[in-house]
């Protein structure tokens, strides 16, 4: 399923509703809310084993040809931020979720919708953002949609992107793979997307202007799976942060995940802006970071491709797999203490990507 | 490109936009104005030999194998109406841009972006249409996204679907392979969609109740390709009505088309509610109906085929493929007399599908 956020089609996890009868804004947060109305809604509709698994994106075999297919629909507010705008994210985004599977992506389809009173000039610049990220990334936008709705109907502009992939390796890449012993690999520093969307939005100024970290990650992924090295799953911490991305990992796999603190590298900007708006960085949306799950022997070697790679060079082990406290995240702290890293009840940063 | 009303990303004729400097209401219709839109700003950014086709899927092939993949977003107003909903309109209309391109629809993805406030109980009901729709259809939902944006930001529920289907046949079918000599054949009566929403958006009462026509045309296509019938282009008359499919075709193929009122069906509840509305059925939607070129040796043949499919049974051949007035559509009337059938330059009916 999704993500930009991880799994937005989310998480099995049997938990009634929170006593809503309507749509709030925490559904779409990426945490506990959106996962209660996937698995109340959308698994009992749609459940098929490729839906189930949960994962960014579904691989399906066409003609004995692995595909990965992806979706992921962008409502971010501003359209325009510092190191990017909606048509980067657009681009990127869904070129994520087919590398999360260790596909090398192909074709992108677009389908616009658009409130009426958008400046031209606004969407030609998307359009433009869309074009080059589609360059850098080597995928091809074949088809497309075009919708207007009315004046106070929309937001100016959402845009969804869809994904072909084709999945050359013979891995079994998915959330449920985690396994006690294996090795925590985060591919650098963590909450710049967010809080450069969010500094946009609430107008702060800082010395340092936070970019967003947007970025293609295929190329990063194709490096670690070179020379047959273990790994268990991928994902891209995205709306809802490396703290829901974890959370999801050791609900799929039933495994407990320990990280440190300390190894868990956030911008002094980054910290500052969090800080400043009373958030904590481990729940603050990504989108050019992945996470990797690796097994114990092949971890070492794979932070040292990374590393080489320019989307990977601050890339490290931040924790391991644990039988101890299935199903939970704990974080040793930099003071030395733990603490339990939950996933988000509801509402953190809306309309992120 | 798209279609639920003809491609949206569509029509490469080198129109300057009309003036605005702002997205109108127009530019969704299907008609001139969405035609300007995306020659101005959609081709000149990801011109390639797939988008350029201006069909309403791509097919591309990855390891030998032909697949057709095709996106949609779906924002009707209201989001129930008689004969179906927007869950039924988004599985039905993406299975049918896959079926024009001859192929057998296979995966589907879901991005749902709702508004803070939908009621859950209306979300089920959607999610449960889009599960029926699926199964009659035979295809997966495999992948799916789910935003939530602030009250005021969005219109309840919109739903993108995106689907791949397999081409298994070797021909190509596309909106410029129509020649002099053709003939025009169309699956049944027109515009009970545009009117059924209609109807039910203006609380319109009738005699008789209006009920869209969505369905799933696969099946019928594929009674169409047996036998070795000269096939050149399936459409699905879709936002901007068999009018605007028409134009589409003449223009891509730089033909003329000549139609016969008489032969083109229209339920009298629906000319009906067209007269009171000031509509002429020939823009108005339809969901499940389809238009085939077809060569003039097999026209007969496949239109007696058509016509043992239960959505078939209406099929008629209802003009011709000519080298006279390239690039028009002329109708012959009722009253003898003979019209040009244009592209609506603008909006007629905002946000039917």
Redesign the interface.
């Known amino acids: 399923?999704?993500?930009?956020g991880g799994p937005?089609?989310a998480l099995s996890c049997p938990l009634p509703?929170t006593g809503?009868?309507?749509?709030?804004?925490?559904?779409?947060?990426g945490g506990k809310m959106?996962a209660e109305?996937?698995a109340r809604?959308?698994l009992p509709?749609?459940g098929?084993p490729?839906?189930d698994r949960l994962d960014d994106?579904?691989v399906?075999e066409?003609?004995?040809?692995r595909?990965a297919?992806?979706?992921?629909?962008?409502?971010v507010?501003p359209l325009f931020f510092p190191g990017g705008d909606i048509g980067t994210l657009a681009v990127n985004g869904t070129v994520n979720d087919l590398a999360m599977a260790g596909a090398r992506p192909?074709?992108l389809?677009?389908?616009?919708?658009?409130?009426?009173?958008?400046?031209?000039?606004d969407?030609?610049a998307i359009?433009?953002s869309?074009?080059a990220a589609?360059q850098r990334a080597g995928v091809?936008?074949?088809?497309?949609?075009?919708?207007?709705?009315?004046k106070?109907?929309?937001?100016q502009c959402?845009i969804?992107t869809?994904g072909?992939g084709?999945v050359e390796h013979s891995r079994l890449l998915s959330a449920d793979q985690a396994r006690p012993g294996d090795r925590v690999v985060l591919s650098g520093n963590i909450g710049d997307h967010g809080m450069a969307v969010m500094s946009r939005r609430e107008g702060l100024e800082f010395d340092t202007v936070i970019e967003s970290d947007t970025a293609p990650l295929h190329g990063l992924v194709a490096s670690m799976l070179e020379g047959g090295s273990e790994l268990r799953c991928l994902r891209d911490p995205t709306r809802g942060g490396l703290a829901s991305t974890l959370n999801e990992l050791a609900l799929a796999s039933g495994v407990g995940l320990e990280i440190e603190e300390t190894r868990i590298a956030v911008r002094p900007a980054v910290h500052a802006a969090c800080e400043l708006l009373g958030l904590d960085p481990l729940y603050v949306a990504n989108e050019g970071k992945l996470v990797a799950i690796v097994g114990e022997s092949s971890a070492e070697a794979v932070v040292g491709r990374m590393r080489r790679h320019p989307l990977g060079v601050d890339a490290a082990v931040i924790g391991v797999v644990t039988e101890q406290h299935p199903k939970m995240v704990v974080m040793r702290t930099r003071i030395g203490g733990t603490r339990v890293v939950d996933l988000h009840p509801g509402e953190i940063l809306?309309?992120i990507c």
Request: with cysteine.
């Open positions: 399923m999704s993500s930009s937005a089609f509703l809503s009868e309507r749509v709030l804004l925490g559904h779409g947060s959106t109305l996937i809604y959308v509709a749609f098929n490729y839906l994106q579904a399906v066409i003609g004995g040809q595909l297919f992806t979706t992921d629909s962008f409502v507010r192909l074709y389809s677009a389908g616009l919708i658009l409130e009426e009173g958008l400046r031209l000039d969407l030609g359009l433009e869309m074009r589609c091809l936008l074949v088809t497309g949609d075009t919708k207007v709705v009315n106070g109907s929309g937001d959402f969804n869809t072909i084709v809306p309309r």
